[in-house]
């Protein structure tokens, strides 16, 4: 049985989380603004209007200021695989490793490539290329993402790959599985549609500003017209992917929904929670209500997760002490199993070493019949498999109502924006000025779903957290864990700095 430091797992992943979190506020912003800056420069192109290129260099400076800050955390984030998850590099690499490959290599270089021109090339190059050098730099960034969301959607739900008894890895089979995981896709498309609406409402906040400053009026207006229509069309994405997302939920992580939905005890024709106070002393099995307070609508989860009003939902009690009524295995059983797998597999390492052919022929056998449980065998009791509930619970609503309120501001800025009296609204444009900062909470509370609510998982049902990490002492990592802290709070400043400055001087800085 592997030893494991819970106070190094634990530092471990908050380093991580520390690394990804900084990384998340430079990447949806990049994600976001390179489609606009495209959409910006290509209306100056039709129109030849002097004031649309004055106001794509300006939104293209913004947007290269983030960029470059942003492929600093990304570069660390990608470190750390190496340094403080060792195992998890080691067992998953062959897997995990091949879409990173495909991003730097086919993607990044592609957005590196036409970035020089973009931001260098306007006297230099023709109009037409200059054009189709911005809308690559657009497209290359938004295929980055896609690479390493296939990644993290394989991480979520694991296909396309078999374990290796031999060499304790799991080893890929098909890459096409890997590539087109229905939550791979769903990952990829919420994802950078949600980035779009966080590129919309930083323009949306910006434009505000100047509006209340009476400053560079037109060019805010101009603005506003276009991030607005974009920022529709992005919110009604946000919200089919959001479904699909749930959708695969419901198959791949069933325990995620029912954290993020907070429903204990399953049901058939369940409810959806829109809105709920959950009551901190609720423990899993225990007769206490879950809710302090909720407002829920019926049936609607059952349709969420299973496109059936009357379908059976399990809750978190069913998935982790089983519910043979409806044919659910509970944590428990799996962890036996599972147990079974990791003597099994030693008993098959052990008799391998010995040379003894009958005895590895019988340990593999064995092993068979429980492999797909062998990361439950790192489990000690069916409480371990369940993520935290309310921290899960809780961003999942936040995320919901925020991007519900950037719906609002997009058809409210369209509307006055096309009605040309945006301006005279004061009322509203300090809303405007506000989402930016809403949107990042959205962005990152969307993430805390994702990651927290798949715990203790590193990959999913196989891999543990605590398996994956490297064999490091914790004072290490806890060093480590403030110089980036430091670090990154550093790198942020200066990204607020420099990019408070150029909104300062505004598009004639440029």
Not at 168 to 186: D, H, T, Y
Request: charge should be negative; glycine fraction near 8%; charged fraction near 15%.
């Amino acid at each position: 049985m592997v030893d494991i430091d819970p106070g190094l797992v634990n530092w471990s992943r908050a380093q991580f989380a520390l690394t990804a979190m900084y990384h998340w506020i430079f990447v949806p912003l990049t994600l976001g603004l390179s489609f606009l800056v495209a959409f910006f420069e290509s209306i100056y192109v039709r129109t030849g209007n002097e004031e649309w290129k004055n106001l794509t260099k300006f939104w293209m400076t913004l947007f290269g200021i983030n960029f470059a800050i942003g492929v600093a955390t990304g570069i660390i984030l990608e470190f750390e695989f190496g340094t403080n998850w060792s195992n998890y590099s080691w067992m998953v690499g062959d897997i995990f490793g091949a879409p990173l490959a495909v991003e730097g290599i086919v993607a990044f270089f592609l957005e590196a490539t036409f970035f020089a021109v973009m931001f260098f090339g306007w006297d230099r190059v023709s109009t037409g290329f200059h054009l189709f050098s911005t809308w690559m730099v657009a497209i290359g960034s938004n295929l980055s993402a896609l690479w390493i969301l296939v990644a993290n959607g394989w991480m979520q739900f694991p296909t396309g790959m078999a374990f290796n008894p031999e060499t304790v890895r799991f080893e890929m089979q098909n890459f096409w599985e890997v590539l087109f995981s229905p939550v791979a896709i769903a990952k990829f498309t919420h994802t950078t549609s949600s980035s779009f609406l966080v590129g919309v409402m930083f323009v949306i906040a910006i434009s505000s500003y100047y509006l209340l400053k009476r400053r560079h009026v037109e060019m805010a207006k101009k603005s506003i017209l276009v991030a607005s229509v974009f920022g529709l069309f992005s919110f009604a994405f946000v919200g089919m992917t959001g479904d699909e997302s749930a959708f695969a939920n419901a198959s791949t992580q069933p325990m995620k929904l029912a954290a993020y939905e907070g429903l204990y005890d399953g049901k058939r024709g369940a409810d959806i929670v829109v809105f709920g106070i959950l009551n901190p002393d609720k423990q899993p099995a225990d007769e206490k209500s879950p809710f302090l307070f909720e407002f829920k609508v019926p049936y609607l989860l059952s349709f969420l997760a299973n496109r059936s009003f009357d379908s059976f939902v399990p809750g978190i009690n069913d998935l982790a002490f089983g519910n043979d009524k409806e044919g659910i295995v509970g944590i428990g059983k799996k962890i036996e199993r599972g147990k079974l797998a990791v003597g099994d597999l030693a008993a098959y390492k052990d008799a391998k070493k010995a040379g003894d052919g009958v005895a590895v022929e019988a340990a593999l056998a064995k092993f068979e019949q429980n492999k797909d449980f062998l990361g439950y065998g790192y489990l000690s009791k069916p409480e371990d498999g369940i993520p935290p509930v309310q921290m899960t619970f809780y961003s999942f609503h936040i995320m919901i109502f925020l991007s519900l309120f950037f719906g609002f501001i997009c058809i409210a800025y369209l509307i006055y924006g096309m009605k040309d009296t945006i301006e005279e609204k004061r009322w509203l444009l300090p809303l405007g000025v506000a989402s930016f900062f809403l949107a990042m909470i959205a962005s990152q509370a969307g993430w805390v779903v994702a990651e927290v609510g798949r715990q203790p998982w590193a990959i999913q049902d196989m891999l543990p957290v605590g398996v994956a990490t490297s064999n490091l002492a914790k004072g290490n990592v806890m060093t480590t864990f403030w110089m980036f802290a430091v670090l990154f709070t550093l790198l942020l400043l200066a990204e607020i700095k420099i990019m408070l400055r150029q909104i300062n001087k505004g598009p004639e800085g440029v």
